[in-house]
């Protein structure tokens, strides 16, 4: 995923956060605020102390990364999402993640018609 396509800055991350809705699963929680006149959708990863070590959580942040990068032409476009890992992702391979993912997704009807 490219860089232009993450969110940084904390007070972006706020303002979804504050103003945005979410959807949730066992295993990830959602977070999206509509932009409209955006190319592309930005995201933002999550991922506390709780799941692991340092390593545990990037290889985590990776795979959703990934997810996100093979599920990148299902979902809207005008989006800001915010992705937040719960625990039972330290277990989770990477398809087992990108399922729960889809499924967040599809709740939150952030897939293309």
């Known amino acids: 995923m ?4 993450r969110i ?18 066992r295993q990830l929680v959602l977070y999206f605020y509509e932009k409209k006149d955006q190319a592309h959708f930005r995201v933002g990863l999550s991922v506390g102390k709780k799941i ?20 990148e032409d ?8 915010i992705i937040i890992a719960r625990k039972p992702t330290s277990d989770m391979g990477f398809f087992e993640i990108k399922k729960s993912l889809s499924h967040v997704l599809k ?3 952030m897939f293309r018609q």
């Open 52 to 71: 692991g070590n340092a390593v545990k959580r990037n290889e985590v942040k990776r795979y959703l990364r990934h997810a996100l990068i093979e599920l």
């Open 8 to 25: 940084k800055k904390n007070e972006e991350f706020q303002k979804i956060l504050t103003h945005g809705h979410s959807f949730a699963n």
């Open 2 to 5: 490219k860089k232009e396509y």
């Open 74 to 81: 299902e979902i809207k476009p005008n989006f800001d999402l």
């Open 107 to 109: 709740r939150s009807n």
